[in-house]
């Protein structure tokens, strides 16, 4: 499910093995090491380059293995990271994270908002010479929603969205009830359940990729474990790789329907674990990119390659109001709230660029419609760090639960960063508001998504990064037992503002985001989580590296516009 790859992203395992919402990897080598973060210690493996002269070539790193490069099985960064590389849905996104022509040209949408026909392109082919057509389409989405596909992803993001998805999913239906049909080869009929203002961007996903079905069923159970077990519709192909690999390289596809928009040659991956080997290998010139974790951020700030990227993932604290009755309370959990002073933690312990976070939708991620105006500014600051209100909210909490006292557990990772920051939060919330007592348990990542999961925890140090251009990315986390609600929250008034936007409302826009704006504030009001912060990407990057687009969603960074100009 969406958690798997967007909560991992927003856990530092970097964006993007959650959101869910979002799953992800361990990208410390490529990106900022942040609170949640996994790191293990690892050797690289250094040799000289091996490009030819005149060759376009980047030399990167990766946090770990690709996990799998079935569009439909991809839960994780790594995974959609090369996915995106490799392969062409019906669009992606440019520079301006806008979706542009893929292997559809155009679509049509008709007037109920609820039936989408795209125009595919006649010269887009697969690696092995056959035609990229709507049957390839048909055949991957249906296969995401197959229950006995097991996909965690395809559930998530179809259902609701792709007429009969979910009912296909819990077998309800059968799978060709899934609301899309090849009218011919190149033209693709899509049905929606309901009318989905975001559909255009959510085809540029992973999930969303097309499949050559007689390739995948020949591969049965090898389908995506190696090279020679892939096929590519996109940039580049992958090579040298196989599911266990440590390195391998992207490659220029020649066979791309837009292989002449393609400057870059070829890329070259090494598994780096470490983010201190990160730097060295980019200090002696070996990679041209490295991730610079918060311990050394005063060490590298001044460096003529330090640049810092601003991301979507937004980190919060949960609040599980199902374990402990303290929780249960809005006045203990908006003095909580209220109880941590955020700009020291994002200054000191972070110290990569992240900013204070107080709200839930990130800043410069969607604008209003209409206006224009950043969704953050008109939203504005729902809570921030205000001692004095938080005692106030502290004392009626107490006095309602007819307490002077009370005992919390914060649950958090164990990686360093993530153990300073746990530490930092339990201090300021006993320092801040007297009587309270707060334990800690720190565990491995994948220990803390089981408790997430079972909801055995109190507080739990959390995170989401968006799947689409869309406020309901983060709104829907919210909905009254929804998959990644995992705290107990219900509001009967929120269910509604949130649910409507994709039904009642789903053609009016303007009135879409008038309810995603109550929707927040109401959020806060009931004090369900404590905003922390917005995380940003610190890192080392070499002037050749050039046209590599960062983008809020889904595949980290784009390459199909990219280029390897001289680093002098």
């Known amino acids: 499910m969406k958690l798997k790859w967007s909560l991992l992203l927003a856990l530092g395992l970097l964006l993007s093995v959650f959101l869910v919402a979002c799953g992800g990897g361990d990208d410390s080598s490529e990106g900022t090491t942040d609170e949640t973060e996994e790191t293990t210690e690892g050797e690289s493996t250094e ?34 990271q090369f996915l995106g590389a ?46 990229v057509t709507a049957n390839d389409f048909v055949y991957a989405w249906q296969r995401a929603v197959n229950p006995d596909t097991g996909s965690e992803y395809g559930p998530y993001m179809m259902g609701g969205v792709i007429k009969n998805a979910t009912a296909v999913n819990t077998g309800e239906v059968e799978v060709e009830e899934l609301g899309v049909t090849a009218e ?38 090898s389908f995506a474990t190696s090279t020679d077990t892939l096929l590519s519709n996109g940039p580049f192909t992958l090579n040298n790789w196989e599911s266990t690999s440590s390195s391998w390289e992207l490659v220029k596809n020649e066979d791309y329907w837009d292989a002449e928009t393609v400057q870059l040659d070829k890329m070259t991956y090494e598994v780096v674990k470490d983010p201190q080997t990160a730097v060295d290998l980019y200090e002696s010139g070996e990679v041209d990119r490295a991730g610079v974790s918060s311990d050394l951020v005063d060490q590298y700030a001044t460096h003529e390659d330090y640049v810092v990227t601003p991301e979507t993932s937004v980190f919060y604290l949960k609040m599980n109001q199902t374990r402990n009755d303290a929780l249960a309370n809005t006045n203990i959990r908006a003095a909580i709230s209220r109880a941590f002073d955020k700009q020291s933690l994002v200054d000191v312990i972070l110290n990569n660029g992240s900013i204070v976070a107080n709200g839930l939708v990130p800043a410069d991620f969607t604008p209003i419609p209409e206006s224009g105006e950043d969704f953050r500014e008109v939203s504005g600051d729902l809570v921030t760090y205000d001692v004095e209100a938080a005692l106030e909210f502290w004392e009626k909490g107490l006095e309602e639960l007819g307490t002077d006292s009370v005992e919390i557990e914060l649950l958090g990772g164990d990686a360093e960063t993530s ?7 339990a201090n300021q919330l006993q320092t801040n508001l007297p009587g309270l007592t707060v334990s800690l348990k720190q565990v491995p990542f994948e220990q803390r998504l089981d408790l997430d999961t079972a909801m ?14 869309d ?6 986390l919210w909905l009254t037992d929804g998959g990644n609600n995992k705290m107990g929250f219900s509001n009967s008034e929120y269910d509604e503002l949130v649910n409507a936007t994709s039904t009642d409302l789903a053609t009016d ?24 912060y917005q995380s940003a990407m610190a890192q080392l990057v070499s002037p050749k590296v050039q046209g590599v687009f960062v983008n809020p969603f889904g595949a980290t960074y784009e390459y199909k516009w990219a280029t390897a100009g001289s680093a002098e």
Not at 197 to 216: A, C, D, H, I, R
Not at 419 to 424: D, G, H, L, Q, S
Not at 471 to 476: A, I, K, S, V, Y
Request: charge should be negative; avoid cysteine; glycine fraction near 8%.
């Open 47 to 80: 040799g000289e380059s091996t490009e030819a002269e005149g060759e376009k070539v980047l030399n990167l790193i990766n946090g770990d293995t690709i996990p799998s490069m079935d569009p439909s099985m991809a839960t994780d960064e790594y995974g959609f």
């Open 86 to 131: 490799t392969m062409e849905g019906l669009y992606r996104l440019d520079e301006n994270s806008e979706p542009v022509e893929g292997i559809a040209t155009e679509h049509s949408v008709s007037e109920d908002g609820l039936t989408w026909t795209f125009t595919l392109r006649e010269d887009a082919v697969w690696s092995n010479g056959d035609p």
């Open 184 to 221: 011919d080869d190149y033209t693709l009929v899509v049905e929606l359940e309901n009318p989905t203002p975001y559909f255009e961007s959510l085809t540029t996903f992973g999930t969303f990729l097309p499949l050559n079905q007689k390739f995948v069923e020949e591969q049965g159970d």
């Open 419 to 425: 153990k300073v920051m746990n530490e930092y939060i």
């Open 456 to 469: 055995d925890y109190d507080l739990q140090v959390a995170g989401w990064g968006p799947d689409y251009l």
């Open 471 to 476: 406020p309901n990315t983060f709104l829907n």
């Open 509 to 532: 826009n303007v009135a879409r985001y008038e309810n995603f704006l109550e929707a927040e504030k109401l959020l806060f009001e009931e004090a369900a989580i404590a905003p922390i």
